[in-house]
């Protein structure tokens, strides 16, 4: 799903839940361009449209019959302007705007095959995996430019560790706190901009040219009650860890695309804008795992964490954690919002931190009893 169609999706359930009535041309236009996000080669076409007479004609069009003739000579007129590529987006936007499609298939290549030809296919498993595979594609750079770059920074914090920190007998706990710490002050208070422009939300997440955001968003949060509770939870489950810093580094940063990915995709399954960075995949997945394996393995192991003369259980951390995250994430952002409860939440990196986790400790549980 392209940025245009994500746009209209957008735009209908404006249409729909009449917050368009009565709407300022400019604030209709601004709107689209906040919908776009980070995808500026659509600011000024979506600038033009939302000034279009036949564009708002069309938005309170009621007739399916009138639509489609309204949005074909609306089509008309924007392949005079544009290119065939943001053409596209635009269709695709005003076909999920008003929820008639079609008109983007007469920009189709000659002899593709027609939708009653190739219906029958349509039902067959492999197609349906291979579609859903496809939704894939656009994030993919930020996946392989995220996935490199973690194997990098494993090098230099292997480097580090050998030239810096094993002689200063500093763990790697320690280091990874701080510099968590120290990128959220230096981007909250010295160099603001660099903070949003590191965060990564859905459209900037299937932008190519925005996918070194990929690389920079798992160690930036977006506020400070996040960082500070990530961080505490952070100290408490590693702070005994014997893994270099190579490992925690490699661990954190595989982890925090996983998340990511999974995040993304959620989110643009059920249409949903969100702003996505930080430990908190990371932090859920590691009390996941342990509680997990607690659980497997009550009888032969239980995983407990020292705080001074507490020993506080890890399914105790875990609760208080996702307590405090569904306390974030349940509330609607504005009053806009439509969107539902599981939805704000599957599209959390938590959520799937918690399931990865649990995969993860299901599997080395049964690795261990094959031995």
């Not at 804008?273 to 393995?297: E, F, H, N, P, Y």
């Not at 507490?310 to 994430?329: A, N």
Request: net charge positive; hydrophobic share 50%.
């Amino acid at each position: 799903m392209g940025i245009g169609r994500e746009i209209g999706n957008q735009l209908h359930q404006w249409v729909n839940s009449g917050e368009l009535n009565n709407l300022p041309r400019q604030a209709l236009v601004n709107r689209l361009i906040d919908a776009a996000g980070a995808s500026r080669r659509l600011h000024g076409p979506l600038q033009d449209l939302g000034r279009q007479p036949l564009f708002l004609q069309l938005l309170g069009e009621q007739q399916q019959a009138k639509a489609r003739a309204t949005m074909q000579a609306l089509t008309a007129e924007l392949g005079e302007i544009y290119s065939q590529d943001i053409l596209t987006e635009l269709v695709q936007l005003l076909e999920a705007a008003i929820g008639v499609p079609g008109v983007s298939q007469a920009t189709a290549r000659p002899g593709s095959p027609s939708a009653a030809d190739s219906g029958w296919i349509a039902h067959h498993w492999f197609v349906k995996h291979w579609r859903l595979a496809r939704t894939l594609r656009p994030i993919t750079p930020g996946l392989a430019l995220g996935a490199s770059s973690a194997l990098v920074l494993a090098w230099f914090g292997a480097e580090l560790d050998r030239l810096v920190f094993v002689p200063l007998n500093w763990s790697a706990c320690v280091v990874l706190l701080l510099f968590l710490a120290a990128a959220h002050l230096l981007t909250s208070k010295l160099i603001k901009p660099w903070r949003t422009a590191g965060l990564l939300d859905r459209a900037s997440a299937v932008a190519p040219r925005q996918a070194w955001r990929w690389v920079t968003a798992p160690w930036l949060h977006a506020s400070d009650k996040e960082v500070l509770l990530n961080a505490v939870v952070l100290a408490v489950v590693l702070f005994n860890t014997a893994l270099p810093l190579r490992e925690v580094v490699l661990r954190y940063a595989l982890t925090s695309l996983a998340c990511l990915a999974l995040a993304v995709q959620a989110s643009r399954w059920c249409h949903i804008r969100r702003i996505w960075g930080g430990a908190s995949g990371v932090v859920a997945s590691l009390l996941s795992l342990d509680s997990t394996l607690s659980l497997l393995r009550w009888q032969e192991q239980t995983f407990d964490f020292e705080v001074g003369p507490l020993r506080i259980p890890v399914w105790v951390l875990l609760w208080s954690w996702v307590t405090i995250q569904m306390v974030w994430s349940l509330p609607r952002r504005h009053t806009g919002d439509r969107t539902s409860a599981w939805q704000r939440v599957v599209s959390s990196c938590w959520f799937w931190g918690l399931a990865l986790g649990a995969i993860w400790g299901v599997a080395l549980w049964l690795l261990g009893l094959s031995h």
